[in-house]
Every structure is written in C-alpha cells, then in structure tokens.
C-alpha cells in the first residue's frame, strides 16, 4: 500500500514535510519545556501548525501520498513507543507496596473507565443504541482515561523529597500496573469491535490468553539468550538490534497470529526484555532511535491530520465532560483505592492527584481508537487539553498538599525510578551526551 501511493511521487518529496517536523518539533518542544510542559505537547503543537499548509491552494507539500508515507513513519513511533514503555517497567516495585499498589490501580482503572463510559454514552447515544459498535466505542474513551503518566508526578516527589515515601512508592508501582491493565483493555476492545460484538468474547479472551501463554514462553528463551550475549559479549550493539528484532516480531505476531493489537504485542516484548541485566542499555539505545525520527512523525502527524472541522457544540461539551471525568475518576478512584489500603485521607488525596496525570501513553491509545473507528478524531484537541492540564495541576497540588508535611522522608529504602518510560525523560535522555561506545569485534 505505502509502495502503491509513493510510486504516484518522487520518493524525496517525503523529505521536506520530514524536515520540517524534525525542525519544528524540535522547536516547539523546546518551547513547552521552558513553560513546563511536557516536549509532546510542543510536538503536537508543531503538527498543528505544519499541518496550516494544506490549507493553501495548489500546495503540494502535503498530498495524499506523502501523508500516507508519514503515517507509517507514525506507526513504527507508535510500536517503539510502546516497547520503550514495556522496558521501563520495574516489576520489583512491587514487592515494597504490592497489595495497596493492586487496590489502587483497579479502583483508579475502574473509575475512568465507568465515567468515561457514561460521559461519552451520554453524548454518542450510547444509552438508546446498545449495538455492538457503540458499546465498544463508549467503552473505548472509558480506556483512554485509563491510562496514566506519572513522570511528572515522579519530578514534583523528588524536588518535595517525598518520592521514597508510602505514598510515591504507592504511586509508581500502581503506574506500572496501570499501563498493563489499560493496554490489555485497549487489545481487548479493539478485538471484540473488530470480531462484530460481544458475542465472541470467549474466542478473543481466548486468543489474548494464548497470546500471552506464547510470549511468556518465547521470553523464557529470549531471557536467557540476551544474558548470554551480554555475558559473553557486555555492552555489545548486538543487544539493541535483537531487541528491535524481538520488539518487531511481537508486534507482528500479536496482531496477525492472535488479533491483539501490535502495540500490545511490542509493550509485551518491551516488559520481557526488562528482566534482562542490559535492559537499561537496550532501553537508551531504542529512546534515541525513536525520538530521533520516529516518534516526533507520531506525535506531530496528530497535529497535522487534525480535523478541526468536526468540533461541534455538542462536541464541545463532550470533550469538556470527558476531560472532567478523566480528572475526576483517577483522583477519586485512587483515593478511594488509597483510603481502602488504609491510608490516610490526606496521603489517599496525594495519591490520587499524584495518578491523574496523563501524557503519550493517552495519545496512543486515542490514536488507536480513531484508526480502529471506534473514536471520533474531534476529540483529540480536548485529549490534549486533558494532557495540558494535568501536567500544570499535579506539581502545584502537590506542593499545596504536602505544604508544612514535617512527616518522615525515609519511610522507603530508594527505590531507582532511572528507567521510567515516559517521553519527557526520553527526550531528554536522548540530548544527553553520550559517552562514545567503544567498537565491538563482532559481526552484525
């Protein structure tokens, strides 16, 4: 198909709206970073203001072709993104808050989901056509809202000091859940809409549970072949290229093989590789690929196929609705999960506030929706308005919460968060200076 479209244009003419991403993106994110803003909003933005060009007469910057050849560009941003995600998992986190960490992510899972569900069935009908369609697509802006984002939250608990406590513990083991359970939804949604209803639920729960059966047995094998590399050959380039191999493979094998979505598949192969001891490693060297060109084309492309013609006031008032209930469930959900793990009321609320920030994990799983038509792409200007939002209101509510807090700040032993998969850290760990990697004797 990309072969098809592209043969109609001079495969360059790719290169110039390629350019300007890049460029712009780079600009632009730089921008948000000052104002405190997480870089994909400046990369969205950018989109957004690339995208003004179609809007000129006998412009030929942005034809069908070339947008088509950026949205695989996207799609390969979108599966790295995803892996990358899957290696910053720390499965440890668990042992030092374990039970509260469950009970908190599934209440603050369940609550988004449930207000999403009745918010986006309020406005799309949902509670007079119960068909299949609908149904899946109510439930689907529910799992949009229940993602979360916790980098943010990560930075404000440190400069507070209060990151190895009760609660930031709390916080990024249940964030580490979180994204788990709402990418197996996203999986679970998107295979049950495209196998007309819920009538086949036995057969797509069945498939999702073979595909994870599968991949546990393949990442036995895998485990152990990357421990052996890395012991025989430490810090070797080999490392990184097999875990794209890997992460490519999942990604295949779990939407053609089993009818779960690619992006689920690579997040799988991203968890996997994270028990291996050069995780960190294989982790840097795919944040640097990506944010290099990839996934600045994902977040941009966003902005420039955004079609803000179909904002209508009823749209409005939607998109504003689902932005309250995307606030609103995390801070109650998981304030309510808090207060039943026997917190306190005010470390439940810190808890809660400290889950409601959302960055491109929401972004993603919005994008699936809208390329599975089971999301209005009207709705992406308020995903972003919620992202905005909840980045600019988590740091300054925690501030005010743990304002005179004289309490411990040595509850925890250290936990190390260095591998959190979220953008912001990859940019920045992408501009970092890096050391020159001494050759490798080997062959590639």
């Known amino acids: 198909m990309l072969m098809q479209s592209l043969s109609a ?14 460029l712009l993106g780079k600009f632009f994110s730089l921008m948000g970073k000052k104002v405190g803003l997480p870089q994909v909003v400046g990369m969205i ?14 412009q030929n910057i942005f034809t069908p072709a070339t947008l088509e050849g950026l949205s695989f560009l996207a799609k390969i941003g979108v599966i790295l993104i995803m892996f990358s995600a899957g290696l910053g998992t720390d499965l440890k986190q668990f042992k030092s808050c374990g039970l509260p960490s469950v009970i908190i992510t599934t209440m603050g899972v369940i609550f988004p989901l449930a207000f999403g ?10 509670f007079k056509d119960m068909s299949s369609h609908v ?35 709390s916080i990024i083991s249940a964030a580490i859940l979180d994204d788990i359970i709402g990418v197996i939804l996203l999986s679970l949604f998107v295979s049950l809409d495209s196998g007309s209803g819920v009538g086949n639920v036995g057969i797509v729960i069945g498939k999702m549970i073979g595909f994870f059966a599968a991949a546990a ?8 072949l990357l421990n052996l590399i890395e012991k025989r ?13 890997i992460c490519f493979f999942f990604a295949y094998a779990a939407e053609k093989w089993f009818g779960v979505a690619d992006i689920t598949g690579a997040f799988v192969a991203g968890i ?50 689902f932005i309250a209930a995307g ?41 699936k929706g809208v390329d599975n038509g089971l999301v209005d792409p009207a709705i992406m200007p308020f995903v972003l308005i919620l992202i905005i939002l909840t980045t600019l209101l988590t740091p300054l509510l925690l501030k005010l919460l743990y304002k005179g807090d004289k309490s411990d700040i040595s509850l925890l032993p250290p936990q190390d968060v260095s591998s959190d998969p979220e953008t912001e850290q990859a940019v920045q760990q992408s501009e970092a200076p890096q050391t020159p990697e001494t050759p490798q004797t080997e062959n590639v």
């Open 272 to 321: 996997i590789l994270s028990t291996v001891r050069e995780h960190e490693y294989i982790d840097r060297k795919v944040e640097v690929s990506n944010y290099l060109i990839f996934a600045p084309v994902f977040f941009a492309n966003i902005g420039i196929t955004a079609d803000f013609t179909g904002i209508s006031a009823t749209m409005v008032g939607f998109g504003f609705a």
């Open 117 to 126: 569900f009745i918010v986006a069935s309020a406005f799309n009908g949902g």
């Open 45 to 58: 933005v950018s989109g957004i203001v690339i995208g003004l060009i179609k809007y000129i007469p006998n």
């Open 217 to 224: 047995a393949v990442g036995i094998g895998v485990h152990f």
């Open 327 to 367: 606030i609103l469930g995390k801070v109650i959900g998981c304030g309510l999960g808090s207060l039943i793990s026997r917190y306190s009321v005010k470390d439940s609320l810190r808890v809660g506030v400290g889950m409601m920030v959302r960055a491109e994990v929401v972004l993603v799983c919005t994008q």
């Open 135 to 169: 149904v899946m697509s109510n439930l689907f802006y529910g799992t949009i809202l229940a993602a979360t984002s916790v980098s943010i939250t990560v930075a404000a608990l440190k400069e507070l000091g209060k990151l190895n406590t009760k609660v930031g513990t």
């Open 9 to 22: 244009i001079e495969y360059f003419e790719i290169l110039l709206p390629l350019a300007l991403i890049l």
């Open 233 to 245: 050959h430490p810090h070797t380039r080999r490392l990184p290229i097999l875990g794209f191999a």
